[in-house]
C-alpha cells in the first residue's frame, strides 16, 4: 500500500490537531476529520477533509486514527466508549494518540484495542503550535513497532524527529520527562529575566549574552521576544502545562519517585489557574513571579 493510500482519520482539531492535520491533507493524504466543535471541521472540510459526526462514524472510514485531546478521559472515552472508535474500528488498522495523557490511560487503551485486533500508539508530540504549524514536530512512540513503520509515512508529514522508545506508555512517560523540563525552562526563565531587571541589568541584553553558553534551550531560543513584545498568547497553555505537570505527579507517585523541583513548579502552574491565567502561554508563568516579586518585565 502506497503512503498516500493510507486513509487518515483525525479526532481533536485544536491548537495542535488542527495544524496537524491540514499537513497530512498537504502531504497527500486522505483525511477524514471529527471535532466536538463544529468550526474547525468546516475549516478544514472547505481544504479537502471529510468531515464525520461521531468517533465511530469516522473510525469505520479509515485505516489509522489518529486524535489530540485535551486529557486522560477525553481520549479514552473517544477511544473505548459509546460512540467511541472501538465500536466501528476494523481489525489491523492503527490508533495513534497525540495527546499528552497518564501512562496507565495509554496502557489500558492499547490492551483493549488489542482485543479488537487493533494496534494502539501512543505518540505524543513536543514543539508548540510553531511546530504544529511548519510540521517539524518531536514526536515520541509506544507502541509496536511494526504499526509504528505503518504510519511513519503519516509522522514524517507532521514531524521531523520520530523516536520509537518501547512498549505501550512509553511515549507518554516520555512526553511527561518532556515536560518536568519545560516547565523547569519556563520557571527558570521568568526568573532570570526578573532577577535580570531588578538587579539593574537588561533583560534582552542578559538574554542574548548568556543564550549562547551553557544556559542554551530552546525556551531562551523562543519566548523571551515574545515576552517582550508583550505577547503572552498561547503557544501552549498555561492551562495543559499544569494539566500536564499532574500527570507527572500522579505517575511519580505510582511508582514512588520524589520530584521536588516539578512539584513546585507545578504549584506555580495551579497559581496561574487560580488567577484566572490558564488560557495564556505556559511562559506567562512570569506573571505569578512577577506578583511575588513586585516588579513587571518591561516590554518594547
Same mark, same amino acid.
Given at each position: ?153 503519516? *509522522? ?35 526568573? *532570570? *529575566? ?107
Amino acid at each position: 500500500m502506497g503512503s498516500q493510500a493510507l486513509k487518515v482519520g483525525y479526532i481533536g482539531l485544536g491548537i495542535m490537531g488542527k495544524s496537524m492535520a491540514r499537513n497530512l491533507l498537504k502531504a497527500g493524504f486522505v483525511v477524514v476529520v471529527h471535532n466536538r466543535s463544529r468550526a474547525a471541521v468546516e475549516e478544514l472540510a472547505a481544504e479537502g477533509a471529510i468531515p464525520a459526526w461521531s468517533p465511530a462514524e469516522l473510525a469505520a472510514q479509515v485505516d489509522v486514527v489518529c486524535t489530540n485531546l485535551p486529557d486522560s478521559p477525553d481520549v479514552q472515552r473517544v477511544a473505548l466508549g459509546e460512540h467511541g472508535v472501538i465500536e466501528t474500528i476494523r481489525p489491523g488498522s492503527i490508533f495513534m494518540d497525540h495527546s499528552t495523557i497518564k501512562p496507565a490511560t495509554a496502557r489500558y487503551i492499547a490492551e483493549k484495542l488489542a482485543e479488537k485486533g487493533v494496534s494502539a500508539l501512543d505518540a505524543p508530540v513536543s514543539g508548540g503550535d510553531i511546530g504544529a504549524r511548519n510540521g517539524t514536530l518531536t514526536i515520541m512512540v509506544g507502541g509496536d513497532a511494526d504499526a509504528l513503520e505503518r504510519v511513519r509515512p503519516l *509522522l514524517a508529514a507532521v514531524g521531523k524527529t520520530v523516536t520509537h522508545i518501547g512498549g505501550p506508555g512509553t511515549g507518554q512517560v516520555t512526553k511527561a520527562a518532556n515536560q518536568i523540563m519545560v516547565a523547569a525552562q519556563m520557571v527558570a526563565m521568568g526568573e *532570570l *529575566l526578573l532577577f535580570a531587571q531588578k538587579a539593574g541589568a537588561d533583560p534582552k541584553k542578559v538574554v542574548e549574552a548568556i543564550k549562547g553558553g551553557a544556559a542554551q534551550c530552546w525556551t531562551l531560543d523562543v519566548k523571551p521576544q515574545r515576552l517582550f513584545a508583550g505577547n503572552r498568547q498561547p503557544g501552549f497553555k498555561a492551562g495543559m502545562q499544569a494539566k500536564d505537570l499532574n500527570i507527572v505527579l500522579e505517575t511519580a507517585r505510582e511508582y514512588g519517585i520524589p520530584l521536588p523541583s516539578a512539584a513546585l513548579d507545578s504549584q506555580l502552574f495551579q497559581a496561574m489557574l487560580a488567577n484566572g491565567l490558564g488560557e495564556l502561554d505556559n511562559s506567562a508563568v512570569i506573571a505569578v513571579l512577577e506578583q511575588m516579586a513586585a516588579v513587571h518585565l518591561t516590554e518594547e
